[in-house]
Protein backbone atom coordinates (compact mmCIF):
# COMPACT_ATOMS: atom_id res chain seq x y z
CA UNK A 1 0.00 0.00 0.00
CA UNK A 2 2.41 2.62 1.32
CA UNK A 3 4.44 1.55 -2.38
CA UNK A 4 1.43 2.14 -3.89
CA UNK A 5 1.32 5.81 -2.52
CA UNK A 6 4.64 6.30 -3.14
CA UNK A 7 4.38 5.72 -6.72
CA UNK A 8 1.20 8.02 -7.17
CA UNK A 9 3.22 10.59 -4.96
CA UNK A 10 6.15 10.21 -7.19
CA UNK A 11 3.63 10.64 -10.46
CA UNK A 12 1.95 13.77 -9.50
CA UNK A 13 5.28 15.08 -8.80
CA UNK A 14 6.38 14.50 -12.37
CA UNK A 15 3.83 15.38 -14.13
CA UNK A 16 3.67 18.92 -12.04
CA UNK A 17 7.34 19.36 -13.12
CA UNK A 18 6.41 18.85 -16.42
CA UNK A 19 4.00 21.83 -16.43
CA UNK A 20 6.71 24.19 -14.45
CA UNK A 21 8.80 23.11 -17.78
CA UNK A 22 6.06 23.84 -19.96
CA UNK A 23 5.02 26.99 -18.66
CA UNK A 24 8.51 28.35 -18.10
CA UNK A 25 9.18 27.69 -22.18
CA UNK A 26 7.76 31.08 -22.53
CA UNK A 27 8.02 30.68 -26.41
CA UNK A 28 6.04 26.94 -25.98
CA UNK A 29 3.76 28.53 -24.05
CA UNK A 30 2.79 31.03 -26.76
CA UNK A 31 2.64 28.53 -29.55
CA UNK A 32 0.52 26.07 -27.41
CA UNK A 33 -2.12 28.92 -26.26
CA UNK A 34 -1.62 31.30 -28.77
CA UNK A 35 -1.95 29.65 -32.33
CA UNK A 36 -5.61 27.93 -31.66
CA UNK A 37 -6.57 31.30 -30.93
CA UNK A 38 -4.61 33.04 -33.85
CA UNK A 39 -5.84 30.25 -36.73
CA UNK A 40 -9.31 30.17 -35.08
CA UNK A 41 -9.29 33.90 -35.73
CA UNK A 42 -7.60 33.70 -39.12
CA UNK A 43 -9.20 31.26 -40.78
CA UNK A 44 -12.38 32.47 -39.22
CA UNK A 45 -12.20 35.67 -41.03
CA UNK A 46 -10.60 34.29 -43.94
CA UNK A 47 -14.38 32.36 -44.93
CA UNK A 48 -16.40 34.51 -42.95
CA UNK A 49 -18.64 35.75 -45.49
CA UNK A 50 -19.24 31.71 -46.25
CA UNK A 51 -20.50 32.60 -49.63
CA UNK A 52 -18.62 34.01 -53.11
CA UNK A 53 -19.52 37.77 -53.19
CA UNK A 54 -18.68 40.98 -54.96
CA UNK A 55 -16.80 38.85 -57.67
CA UNK A 56 -15.64 41.28 -60.73
CA UNK A 57 -16.60 40.92 -64.36
CA UNK A 58 -16.01 42.41 -67.30
CA UNK A 59 -18.54 43.76 -69.45
CA UNK A 60 -18.20 44.17 -73.37
CA UNK A 61 -21.01 46.42 -74.34
CA UNK A 62 -21.00 47.27 -78.26
CA UNK A 63 -24.73 47.30 -78.16
CA UNK A 64 -24.62 50.89 -75.85
CA UNK A 65 -28.54 50.98 -76.38
CA UNK A 66 -31.18 51.42 -73.24
CA UNK A 67 -31.22 48.18 -72.49
CA UNK A 68 -27.95 47.18 -72.72
CA UNK A 69 -27.57 49.80 -69.81
CA UNK A 70 -30.18 48.41 -67.83
CA UNK A 71 -28.91 44.88 -68.13
CA UNK A 72 -25.40 46.30 -66.76
CA UNK A 73 -27.31 48.33 -64.13
CA UNK A 74 -29.14 44.83 -63.15
CA UNK A 75 -25.45 43.59 -62.97
CA UNK A 76 -24.59 46.03 -60.73
CA UNK A 77 -27.03 45.70 -58.00
CA UNK A 78 -26.08 41.42 -58.21
CA UNK A 79 -24.28 41.61 -54.82
CA UNK A 80 -22.43 38.14 -56.03
CA UNK A 81 -20.82 39.95 -58.89
CA UNK A 82 -19.01 44.04 -59.17
CA UNK A 83 -18.77 45.28 -62.74
CA UNK A 84 -15.16 46.16 -62.81
CA UNK A 85 -14.41 47.72 -66.15
CA UNK A 86 -16.72 48.34 -69.05
CA UNK A 87 -15.38 48.12 -72.77
CA UNK A 88 -15.99 48.88 -76.14
CA UNK A 89 -14.81 45.91 -77.93
CA UNK A 90 -13.54 42.33 -76.81
CA UNK A 91 -10.17 44.34 -78.31
CA UNK A 92 -7.55 43.42 -75.12
CA UNK A 93 -11.01 42.06 -72.90
CA UNK A 94 -8.60 38.88 -71.98
CA UNK A 95 -5.93 41.91 -70.76
CA UNK A 96 -8.20 43.48 -68.68
CA UNK A 97 -10.22 40.96 -66.91
CA UNK A 98 -6.69 39.20 -65.97
CA UNK A 99 -5.38 43.09 -64.28
CA UNK A 100 -8.79 42.81 -62.73
CA UNK A 101 -8.30 38.88 -61.90
CA UNK A 102 -11.91 39.11 -63.36
CA UNK A 103 -13.37 35.67 -63.73
CA UNK A 104 -16.08 36.23 -66.35
CA UNK A 105 -16.31 38.82 -69.19
CA UNK A 106 -20.04 39.57 -71.20
CA UNK A 107 -20.48 39.96 -73.97
CA UNK A 108 -23.10 41.99 -74.96
CA UNK A 109 -23.70 42.26 -78.99
CA UNK A 110 -24.92 45.21 -80.98
CA UNK A 111 -28.26 43.98 -82.02
CA UNK A 112 -28.81 43.45 -78.01
CA UNK A 113 -31.63 46.49 -77.38
CA UNK A 114 -32.87 46.09 -81.04
CA UNK A 115 -33.91 42.53 -80.86
CA UNK A 116 -35.35 42.71 -77.52
CA UNK A 117 -37.90 45.51 -79.03
CA UNK A 118 -38.61 43.51 -81.74
CA UNK A 119 -39.26 40.56 -80.35
CA UNK A 120 -36.04 38.76 -81.28
CA UNK A 121 -33.74 36.58 -78.91
CA UNK A 122 -30.16 38.17 -78.66
CA UNK A 123 -27.78 36.35 -77.66
CA UNK A 124 -25.13 37.06 -75.02
CA UNK A 125 -21.69 35.58 -74.86
CA UNK A 126 -20.11 34.44 -71.72
CA UNK A 127 -16.09 34.48 -71.68
CA UNK A 128 -15.47 32.52 -68.38
CA UNK A 129 -12.18 31.50 -66.99
CA UNK A 130 -12.34 28.10 -65.55
CA UNK A 131 -8.82 28.49 -63.45
CA UNK A 132 -11.01 28.63 -60.19
CA UNK A 133 -14.50 26.89 -60.54
CA UNK A 134 -15.88 28.38 -57.22
CA UNK A 135 -15.34 32.42 -58.36
CA UNK A 136 -15.85 31.39 -61.82
CA UNK A 137 -18.80 29.08 -61.23
CA UNK A 138 -20.52 31.92 -59.20
CA UNK A 139 -19.88 35.03 -61.48
CA UNK A 140 -21.12 33.07 -64.12
CA UNK A 141 -24.77 32.13 -62.37
CA UNK A 142 -25.36 35.81 -61.09
CA UNK A 143 -24.61 36.81 -65.16
CA UNK A 144 -27.21 33.83 -66.05
CA UNK A 145 -29.69 34.97 -63.20
CA UNK A 146 -29.70 38.65 -64.57
CA UNK A 147 -30.16 38.01 -67.80
CA UNK A 148 -33.26 35.71 -67.30
CA UNK A 149 -34.74 37.95 -65.01
CA UNK A 150 -34.75 40.96 -67.22
CA UNK A 151 -35.80 39.06 -69.96
CA UNK A 152 -38.64 37.17 -67.81
CA UNK A 153 -39.71 41.04 -66.87
CA UNK A 154 -39.65 42.70 -70.27
CA UNK A 155 -42.02 39.72 -71.42
CA UNK A 156 -44.20 39.00 -68.90
CA UNK A 157 -45.13 42.96 -69.28
CA UNK A 158 -45.38 42.66 -72.77
CA UNK A 159 -47.50 40.17 -72.33
CA UNK A 160 -49.56 41.36 -69.24
CA UNK A 161 -50.37 44.60 -71.66
CA UNK A 162 -51.65 42.58 -74.78
CA UNK A 163 -54.47 41.63 -71.73
CA UNK A 164 -52.81 38.18 -70.79
CA UNK A 165 -53.22 37.52 -67.30
CA UNK A 166 -50.09 37.26 -64.97
CA UNK A 167 -50.26 34.08 -63.93
CA UNK A 168 -49.88 32.92 -67.60
CA UNK A 169 -47.54 35.61 -68.78
CA UNK A 170 -45.04 34.49 -66.28
CA UNK A 171 -45.01 30.91 -67.92
CA UNK A 172 -44.68 32.23 -71.46
CA UNK A 173 -41.47 33.83 -71.59
CA UNK A 174 -38.16 32.53 -73.42
CA UNK A 175 -34.52 33.23 -71.82
CA UNK A 176 -31.89 35.06 -74.17
CA UNK A 177 -29.73 32.81 -75.77
CA UNK A 178 -26.51 32.51 -73.75
CA UNK A 179 -23.39 30.41 -74.94
CA UNK A 180 -20.51 30.02 -72.64
CA UNK A 181 -17.18 29.61 -73.95
CA UNK A 182 -15.16 28.15 -70.73
CA UNK A 183 -11.50 28.96 -70.76
CA UNK A 184 -8.37 27.56 -68.82
CA UNK A 185 -10.63 24.41 -67.97
CA UNK A 186 -7.63 22.06 -67.00
CA UNK A 187 -8.40 23.33 -63.10
CA UNK A 188 -12.00 21.98 -63.77
CA UNK A 189 -9.47 18.80 -63.07
CA UNK A 190 -8.75 18.81 -59.09
CA UNK A 191 -5.59 17.59 -59.70
CA UNK A 192 -4.34 20.31 -61.82
CA UNK A 193 -5.75 22.72 -59.55
CA UNK A 194 -4.80 21.34 -55.84
CA UNK A 195 -1.52 19.30 -56.13
CA UNK A 196 0.67 22.61 -57.85
CA UNK A 197 -0.62 24.66 -55.01
CA UNK A 198 0.12 21.86 -52.21
CA UNK A 199 3.74 21.51 -53.86
CA UNK A 200 4.22 25.23 -54.00
CA UNK A 201 3.38 25.47 -50.01
CA UNK A 202 5.32 22.23 -49.24
CA UNK A 203 8.36 23.59 -50.87
CA UNK A 204 8.08 26.94 -49.08
CA UNK A 205 7.45 25.08 -45.84
CA UNK A 206 10.58 22.75 -45.65
CA UNK A 207 12.30 25.30 -47.12
CA UNK A 208 11.54 27.62 -43.84
CA UNK A 209 12.05 24.74 -41.24
CA UNK A 210 15.44 23.70 -42.63
CA UNK A 211 16.73 27.05 -42.62
CA UNK A 212 15.35 27.96 -38.94
CA UNK A 213 18.40 25.81 -37.77
CA UNK A 214 21.14 27.34 -39.44
CA UNK A 215 22.10 30.06 -37.52
CA UNK A 216 20.04 28.72 -34.42
CA UNK A 217 21.95 25.33 -34.68
CA UNK A 218 25.26 27.79 -34.47
CA UNK A 219 24.39 29.40 -31.70
CA UNK A 220 23.24 26.71 -29.46
CA UNK A 221 26.36 24.54 -29.96
CA UNK A 222 28.56 27.51 -29.83
CA UNK A 223 30.29 27.65 -32.83
CA UNK A 224 29.23 30.33 -34.29
CA UNK A 225 32.43 32.35 -32.77
CA UNK A 226 34.43 29.66 -35.34
CA UNK A 227 32.09 30.46 -38.05
CA UNK A 228 32.74 34.30 -38.13
CA UNK A 229 36.77 33.95 -37.49
CA UNK A 230 36.66 31.66 -40.76
CA UNK A 231 33.96 33.74 -42.02
CA UNK A 232 34.19 36.89 -40.96
CA UNK A 233 32.50 38.92 -43.98
CA UNK A 234 28.55 39.13 -43.47
CA UNK A 235 27.79 39.11 -46.99
CA UNK A 236 29.78 35.92 -47.29
CA UNK A 237 28.16 34.22 -43.94
CA UNK A 238 24.79 34.55 -45.39
CA UNK A 239 25.95 32.85 -48.75
CA UNK A 240 27.52 30.06 -47.06
CA UNK A 241 24.39 29.19 -45.29
CA UNK A 242 21.96 30.18 -48.23
CA UNK A 243 23.49 28.61 -51.52
CA UNK A 244 23.05 24.73 -50.16
CA UNK A 245 19.17 25.31 -49.83
CA UNK A 246 18.91 27.18 -52.83
CA UNK A 247 20.91 24.32 -54.85
CA UNK A 248 18.96 21.61 -53.29
CA UNK A 249 15.65 23.64 -53.79
CA UNK A 250 16.51 23.02 -58.10
CA UNK A 251 15.94 19.09 -57.21
CA UNK A 252 13.03 19.52 -55.47
CA UNK A 253 11.04 21.94 -58.69
CA UNK A 254 12.80 18.97 -60.76
CA UNK A 255 11.09 16.75 -59.03
CA UNK A 256 7.94 18.60 -59.32
CA UNK A 257 8.54 18.51 -63.03
CA UNK A 258 8.57 15.09 -63.02
CA UNK A 259 5.12 14.48 -61.18
CA UNK A 260 4.07 17.30 -63.80
CA UNK A 261 4.77 14.01 -66.33
CA UNK A 262 4.23 11.59 -64.81
CA UNK A 263 0.33 12.90 -63.99
CA UNK A 264 0.50 14.06 -67.45
CA UNK A 265 -0.38 17.87 -66.41
CA UNK A 266 0.84 20.33 -69.35
CA UNK A 267 3.24 22.53 -67.80
CA UNK A 268 3.77 25.37 -70.82
CA UNK A 269 5.39 28.84 -70.42
CA UNK A 270 8.15 31.34 -70.67
CA UNK A 271 10.81 29.24 -68.77
CA UNK A 272 13.01 31.96 -68.35
CA UNK A 273 11.08 34.31 -67.00
CA UNK A 274 9.39 31.35 -64.79
CA UNK A 275 12.81 30.59 -63.30
CA UNK A 276 13.50 34.28 -62.68
CA UNK A 277 10.13 34.15 -60.63
CA UNK A 278 11.13 31.08 -59.09
CA UNK A 279 14.70 32.01 -58.30
CA UNK A 280 12.94 35.48 -56.10
CA UNK A 281 10.41 33.34 -54.54
CA UNK A 282 13.16 30.90 -53.24
CA UNK A 283 15.13 33.68 -52.40
CA UNK A 284 12.90 35.52 -50.37
CA UNK A 285 11.50 32.41 -48.84
CA UNK A 286 15.70 31.88 -47.61
CA UNK A 287 15.98 35.35 -46.10
CA UNK A 288 12.80 35.07 -44.02
CA UNK A 289 14.00 31.45 -42.54
CA UNK A 290 17.76 32.47 -41.88
CA UNK A 291 16.13 35.96 -40.39
CA UNK A 292 14.26 33.90 -38.26
CA UNK A 293 17.37 31.40 -37.49
CA UNK A 294 19.42 34.65 -36.84
CA UNK A 295 16.79 36.33 -34.22
CA UNK A 296 15.73 33.61 -32.17
CA UNK A 297 18.99 31.45 -30.70
CA UNK A 298 17.15 28.26 -30.38
CA UNK A 299 16.55 25.72 -32.71
CA UNK A 300 13.48 24.78 -31.12
CA UNK A 301 11.79 28.36 -30.84
CA UNK A 302 13.19 29.34 -34.26
CA UNK A 303 11.02 25.98 -35.79
CA UNK A 304 7.70 26.73 -33.90
CA UNK A 305 7.81 30.87 -35.08
CA UNK A 306 8.91 29.21 -38.27
CA UNK A 307 5.99 27.09 -38.28
CA UNK A 308 3.26 29.07 -37.42
CA UNK A 309 4.13 31.12 -40.17
CA UNK A 310 4.15 28.63 -42.55
CA UNK A 311 1.06 26.34 -41.68
CA UNK A 312 -2.00 29.27 -42.66
CA UNK A 313 0.25 30.03 -46.25
CA UNK A 314 -1.66 27.97 -48.59
CA UNK A 315 -5.09 29.34 -46.84
CA UNK A 316 -4.43 32.16 -46.96
CA UNK A 317 -2.90 32.71 -50.30
CA UNK A 318 -6.06 33.20 -52.38
CA UNK A 319 -5.67 30.22 -54.25
CA UNK A 320 -8.48 28.60 -53.32
CA UNK A 321 -10.71 31.07 -51.70
CA UNK A 322 -10.50 35.00 -53.12
CA UNK A 323 -8.08 37.03 -51.39
CA UNK A 324 -10.84 40.04 -51.98
CA UNK A 325 -13.40 38.47 -49.42
CA UNK A 326 -10.84 38.46 -46.87
CA UNK A 327 -10.57 41.44 -43.95
CA UNK A 328 -7.32 43.63 -44.81
CA UNK A 329 -5.76 42.76 -41.82
CA UNK A 330 -5.71 39.65 -43.48
CA UNK A 331 -4.69 40.51 -46.27
CA UNK A 332 -1.91 42.06 -45.34
CA UNK A 333 -0.75 39.16 -43.39
CA UNK A 334 -1.28 37.15 -46.77
CA UNK A 335 1.29 39.53 -48.83
CA UNK A 336 4.07 39.07 -46.51
CA UNK A 337 4.09 35.54 -47.00
CA UNK A 338 6.38 34.82 -50.36
CA UNK A 339 3.80 31.71 -51.48
CA UNK A 340 1.45 34.13 -51.85
CA UNK A 341 2.51 35.65 -54.76
CA UNK A 342 4.50 32.53 -55.83
CA UNK A 343 1.24 30.72 -56.27
CA UNK A 344 -0.33 33.99 -58.04
CA UNK A 345 2.48 33.94 -60.85
CA UNK A 346 1.97 30.41 -61.17
CA UNK A 347 -1.71 30.87 -62.00
CA UNK A 348 -1.44 33.44 -63.98
CA UNK A 349 1.11 31.87 -66.12
CA UNK A 350 0.48 27.94 -66.57
CA UNK A 351 -3.52 28.23 -65.76
CA UNK A 352 -4.62 31.14 -67.12
CA UNK A 353 -1.97 31.50 -69.69
CA UNK A 354 -1.21 35.19 -69.30
CA UNK A 355 1.47 37.00 -70.69
CA UNK A 356 5.00 37.82 -68.69
CA UNK A 357 3.87 41.66 -67.66
CA UNK A 358 1.06 40.05 -65.75
CA UNK A 359 3.19 38.95 -63.33
CA UNK A 360 4.71 42.22 -62.57
CA UNK A 361 3.15 42.76 -59.63
CA UNK A 362 3.16 39.83 -57.53
CA UNK A 363 6.97 39.56 -58.68
CA UNK A 364 7.87 42.88 -57.34
CA UNK A 365 6.32 42.08 -54.21
CA UNK A 366 8.36 38.64 -54.22
CA UNK A 367 11.45 40.93 -54.16
CA UNK A 368 10.23 43.38 -51.66
CA UNK A 369 10.17 40.48 -49.02
CA UNK A 370 13.93 39.44 -50.42
CA UNK A 371 15.08 43.15 -50.19
CA UNK A 372 13.93 43.88 -46.60
CA UNK A 373 14.82 39.93 -45.20
CA UNK A 374 17.85 40.37 -46.75
CA UNK A 375 18.84 43.92 -44.88
CA UNK A 376 17.05 42.83 -41.25
CA UNK A 377 19.48 39.47 -41.72
CA UNK A 378 22.32 41.98 -42.46
CA UNK A 379 21.92 43.86 -39.28
CA UNK A 380 20.95 41.70 -37.49
CA UNK A 381 24.13 39.55 -38.03
CA UNK A 382 26.25 42.45 -38.43
CA UNK A 383 25.25 42.75 -34.60
CA UNK A 384 26.05 39.39 -33.43
CA UNK A 385 29.08 39.32 -35.06
CA UNK A 386 30.52 42.48 -33.52
CA UNK A 387 29.55 41.09 -30.67
CA UNK A 388 31.48 37.83 -30.88
CA UNK A 389 34.64 39.84 -31.73
CA UNK A 390 34.30 41.95 -29.08
CA UNK A 391 34.49 38.99 -26.45
CA UNK A 392 37.58 37.85 -27.66
Known amino acids: MNYKLYNLKTLLELIGREFTLFYKNKVLLVLF ?17 GKVTQMPIVVVNEDNGPMSQTFIDMLRDNES ?3 A ?15 HEATTIVHIPRDFSSGIQQNRLPELTLFVDGSNTLTSNTAMMAVNVCAMTMKAGIQIQSQMKKGVPAYIATQQYEPFKTTIVKQNIRSGNYLYFMLPGVLITVLQQVLLLALALTFSSEFENNTFGNLVAKMPN ?11 YMLMSVGIIALYWGFGKYYKMPLHADFWWF ?11 CFIGILVSAVLPSQLKATEVLMVIATPAFILSGFTWPASLMPTWVQWIANVIPSTHYLRIFRLMFIQHGENYHTDKALIALSIIAIVSFILVVIVLAWKMKKVKAEK
Open 234 to 244: VFGLIIVKVVP
Open 81 to 83: IRV
Open 33 to 49: LGAPILYGVLIGHVYQQ
Open 275 to 285: TLCTFVFILAV
Open 85 to 99: QILPSLFSSKDVALT
